[in-house]
């Protein structure tokens, strides 16, 4: 069984930096890619990053050049660390794992974080 804690949420001013984590737990072997999504009130659910074990980004256009994803396979950990804050960035933001190979083989599931509050304002 797959579980996903996040953390490193809270509250900053515009302009300020948070870095979030999220740690995989369970008996998993290789973990194909690691992203996070964020959804704002009244707004869909929309890409932020996600980064895959070959190591290549996607950023969400709204995030490029102020969020960097990273990630520590052998922790099994995600990292986002959010630079230039804007108040636009408000939103729970959840962390997802896809494609696991498991010692059972491989789980095509996706796996979701319980979600984590980042809100920006001054």
């Known amino acids: 069984q797959v579980q996903l804690v996040g953390s490193g949420g809270g509250a900053v001013q515009p302009g300020g930096s948070l870095r979030l984590s999220c740690a995989a737990s369970g008996t998993i072997s290789i973990i194909n890619t690691m992203g996070w999504y964020r959804q704002a009130p009244g707004k869909e659910r929309e890409l932020v990053a996600s980064?895959?074990?070959?190591?290549?980004?996607v950023y969400g256009d709204s995030v490029k050049g102020r969020f960097t994803i990273s990630r520590d396979d052998a922790k099994k950990t995600v990292y986002l660390q959010m630079n230039s804050l804007k108040p636009e960035d408000t939103a729970v933001y959840y962390c997802?794992?896809?494609?696991?190979?498991?010692?059972?083989?491989?789980?095509?599931?996706?796996?979701w974080g319980q979600g984590t509050q980042v809100t920006v304002s001054s």
């Open positions: 997802t794992v896809a494609g696991i190979t498991t010692p059972g083989g491989f789980d095509a599931n996706d796996y």
């Open positions: 980064a895959s074990r070959g190591g290549g980004t």
